[in-house]
């Protein structure tokens, strides 16, 4: 090769020099570009996996909870029989110092099924107004599930109260 054309070649490369470095920058602007959309698109993904898995954690916190009070309602006691729920309810109206002038088996308005209706007994009562309401609490308080179906009170004397009341059994068993 001759000088001349060493010299064409050099300038010629000196030229393109420029020309390949401006095309190449420009090709990987648009790479970091492109990289930085695929990039925010997978960060808004994580975001929206992240609430997700929030909010299923929530629904089994909350599942759990509700398995939870349904395992207690489970643990509550149902009377054997008629005499064992008439004795739990008469208990606790003398422990408050209640009269109960009638105690009377009635069938309860809840059913699981035809072959379990609930258990249900009517008490008319006579006493202090504090104690029936003490009675009440206290047969809230009680292992079994008892739901008041009916009440009827009315004042008897100063501080005394008279009144019917039907109890019945909630699991009905």
Known sequence: MNMGSKRLLA???LLLLPLVLLVGSTVLSREVKASRAELDQLRRQKELQRRHVLLTERRIKNYKEILGA???ARTLDVPVNDVNLFSLVQKQLTINGMLSRLIDETKGTVTTDDLHPSKGVKISFEGP???FIRTLADWRKLSIALRVQHLVLSQHEENLVRGDIVLETVTGR
């Open 11 to 13: 300038s010629g490369f």
């Open 129 to 131: 107004y504090e104690g």
């Open 70 to 72: 349904l395992e207690e």
